[in-house]
């Protein structure tokens, strides 16, 4: 039994929380994250007492009175991941609107250049089954049948993806009973994946739902283990240059790399079970992946750490030398990119401690998911910047020891977990002034702030080598990026010149960002 760390902590008896370890991968599809995880999306508060009710499994979802958005099962990432397998097709079961957003991330995957490696054979074709009232009230397993036909003569692809909607879920609609009986007539294997909008508040749910459908559906029995390849999952939660210097170091110790999902051909699910290890990019994206690679084909893995900053590079190299017999090479390699890389690191971290008043660190108040919480804030700590507080879209048990060790390296810290609540992270941020706020794309884009000091997002899906976040690369580009981000403030002050407040001066007053979990005043 794997531990599922990159830290010796014994073999399974290691986690303190009451994360399912076993899974059922006969069942249709997962658990919600809620229940497997004891998975939380709203709280503010000390870090530390998160953690202990964590430990204590006091953790709870609260109902809001009034909230701006939320984040849906099928749409958040996953729809736009599966998009880009390539010889396949993906159904949406559901309202055509469901499919939208599929239509942005069509356009963002294209402007990475072939010339960086992007398959020319990237189609990104989907359908949709464009259900109606008349289905929500009659059923629509005839239209999914026919969908499925339909995929089948246009594109005729290796496998089909079958993604549900709040529609079918509402109305129970039997997805297994129509693929099984559409199945014997298409040469595709078809893969549903029970990602309805309404089964859970937690929108990791959707990424376990997927996993679940590729380890019940795709990946075979092992032919030979293939002792040089490595499973990569969740590249694109970053960027295109990311993948590059993923490659680019896994090649110098003789390994291949094969990344999953985004540009992966049906083929590269098949071969998960061949691989070495599995190795994390985000690992709140390959947690359930992992475990269940491990679990029905003996696939070692570790989740932590990701390879952001130096530091964490390292470990994360020493991970994978360990499963890969690399670890010889792999000294090597980190000796020869030290040389390159840390004396730009010094650079940049001389440039912050000039950037110093009173003797203080610059602050960063990052917004990020659960993953890049626990591998950001020591980033931040290599930087020479300070971190009194953070943002996540969520929590669950995956992290207790993760959050244990940041609190007692770095100390406590207020935290804030929500999804996507702009009113709640203006008021964290406007109240606690920091110097620089990072948040991603989805979460809206600037706002004025008396200081002027610019909101950036963490999340960059674009092909330039600046945007690189991952690696000794990413170390740099991204210390940079920060560095850049603090020096330069002229966009912030036409804004604030320009805009008036997003809110009113009464939020901005109240001390619980959580306003609206209460009765009111």
């Not at 010796?8 to 229940?35: A, F």
């Not at 739902?209 to 283990?225: D, M, Q």
């Not at 170091?249 to 049906?266: C, Q």
Request: aromatic share 10%.
């Amino acid at each position: 039994m794997v531990c599922g760390h990159g830290k010796n902590r014994g073999n399974g008896s290691c986690r303190k929380n009451k994360i399912k370890r076993i899974l059922d991968l006969d069942k249709d599809t997962c658990p919600n994250r809620e229940q497997r995880a004891n998975g939380t999306n709203v709280y503010y508060g000390k870090a530390s007492e998160l953690l202990q009710d964590a430990k204590d499994g006091n953790i709870k979802i609260p109902d809001r009175k009034f909230q701006q958005s939320g984040g849906c099962v099928l749409n958040f990432y996953l729809s736009n991941r599966v998009t880009t397998i390539r010889d396949s097709v993906t159904i949406f079961n559901a309202p055509v609107g469901c499919s939208a957003g599929t239509l942005g991330y069509r356009e963002l995957y294209r402007g990475v250049p072939e010339s960086l490696g992007r398959t020319n054979e990237y189609n990104n074709a989907w359908l949709t089954t464009n259900l109606q009232q008349d289905d929500v009230v009659y059923g629509a397993s005839e239209k999914l049948r026919d969908a499925i036909l339909k995929a089948e003569e246009r594109y005729n692809p290796q496998a089909i993806f079958i993604l549900t909607s709040c529609t079918t879920g509402i109305i129970g609609e039997d997805i297994e009973g129509t693929v099984d009986e559409v199945q014997p007539e298409v040469n595709a294997t078809i893969v549903p994946i029970h990602c309805e909008g309404i089964r859970s508040r937690l929108v990791q749910t959707g990424y376990d739902a997927f996993w679940h459908a590729i380890l019940k559906y795709l990946v075979k029995e092992p032919e030979k283990k293939q002792e040089d390849l490595v499973n990569v999952a969740s590249m694109l939660s970053y960027t295109w240059q990311d993948r590059l210097e993923i490659k680019r170091l896994l090649g110098k110790l003789g390994l291949r790399v094969n990344f999953i999902p985004e540009f992966a051909t049906v083929s590269d699910f098949e071969q998960l079970s061949e691989a070495a290890v599995t190795a994390p990019i985000c690992p709140t994206y390959t947690d359930y992946l992992s475990r269940g690679l491990e679990q029905k084909f003996g696939v070692p893995y570790f989740l932590y750490p990701s390879p952001t900053g130096i530091s964490s590079t390292d470990e994360w190299l020493r991970n994978i030398a360990k499963y890969t017999g690399k670890e010889d090479e792999v000294e090597k390699l980190i000796e020869e990119e030290h040389k390159i890389w840390k004396p730009k690191l010094k650079a940049i971290q001389d440039e912050f401690v000039s950037l110093r008043k009173n003797g203080k660190k610059p602050t960063v108040l990052g917004s990020l998911g659960q993953g890049r919480l626990v591998s950001q804030m020591p980033y931040f700590d290599e930087l020479g910047l300070a971190t009194p507080a953070a943002m996540a879209q969520d929590f669950d048990d995956l992290l207790i020891e993760e959050l244990e060790d940041i609190i007692e390296k770095n100390g406590d810290f207020q935290l804030m977990v929500n999804t996507f609540q702009a009113a709640e992270q203006a008021n964290v941020t406007t109240n606690l002034d920091p110097d620089l706020t990072l948040t991603c794309p989805f979460q809206g884009g600037t706002w004025e702030r008396d200081n002027n000091v610019t909101r950036i997002h963490s999340l960059r899906g674009d092909p330039e080598p600046t945007s690189a976040q991952t690696g000794y690369a990413g170390a740099i580009a991204f210390g940079n990026f920060l560095l850049h981000a603090f020096k330069n403030k002229s966009y912030h002050k036409t804004l604030a010149e320009k805009t008036e407040k997003s809110y009113k001066d009464w939020w901005y007053e109240q001390d619980n960002p959580l306003y609206y979990l209460n009765e009111g005043k």
